[in-house]
């Protein structure tokens, strides 16, 4: 987060930076020696732009959230209670889940790249990938979470969790206060992106 905008936003990220350029070089030269197929590669990116992404991750917090029986299995096992709800894959064979409580707070972070759990939340962020958030998620991570807006109580411990190429992690948001009434599908659509990362909350109904 070098500049302002936490977000993904693409507007200063326009030019083609060397690492772009190494990968593309590296795409033509397999795809001309036959070794991938261009098409199976844009469908593959497109499966994970436009049909899998966080309303996948947002079910399955709407439902940890309604459903004890379902909370604890996905506490206890989360690559199973998941995989119940037909989420799963690559990149998300081993999946943990951290619950926040008013006591503790978690976020994700992946140090070393951007381990990410694609079947519930898509492909990563460009935020998530970048070495200012890969580093300060670790060293501030209450400063990072101010720079998403995100102000929690001094008492709250934050506890940040690096994601790996084994284990896959998916926090599971505190339900906000007066949505008692809310079903299954009205609380999926107030469980955000970063609030499954841990670097944003729930929206409020
Ligand atoms: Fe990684």
Request: with cysteine; aromatic share 6%.
């Amino acid at each position: 987060m070098a500049h302002d905008h936490p977000h993904d936003h693409d507007h200063d990220h326009s030019e083609i930076g060397p690492m772009d350029l190494r990968v593309r070089a590296l795409e033509t030269v397999l795809a001309q020696k036959g070794y991938i197929d261009p098409a199976a590669l844009d469908a593959l990116i497109d499966t994970y732009q436009t049909r899998i992404g966080p309303c996948n991750g947002a079910r399955v917090v709407a439902k940890a959230w309604v459903d004890p029986a379902y909370r604890r299995w996905l506490l206890e096992d989360a690559t199973a209670a998941i995989a119940s709800l037909g989420y799963s894959g690559r990149q998300g064979e081993h999946m943990v889940v951290v619950e926040n409580t008013p006591e503790r707070h978690h976020m994700v972070v992946c140090t070393l790249c951007s381990c990410y759990p694609w079947p519930v939340l898509g492909l990563p962020p460009t935020w998530y990938k970048s070495a200012p958030y890969r580093s300060r998620a670790v060293r501030d991570p209450r400063g990072v979470l101010a720079d998403f807006g995100v102000t929690l109580p001094a008492g709250t411990e934050i506890r940040v969790w690096d994601s790996t190429a084994e284990v896959r992690y998916l926090v599971l948001p505190m339900r906000p206060a007066g949505t008692e009434a809310l079903g299954e599908e009205a609380l999926a659509a107030l469980v955000t992106r970063d609030s499954m990362i841990g670097t944003g909350l729930p929206r409020q109904p």
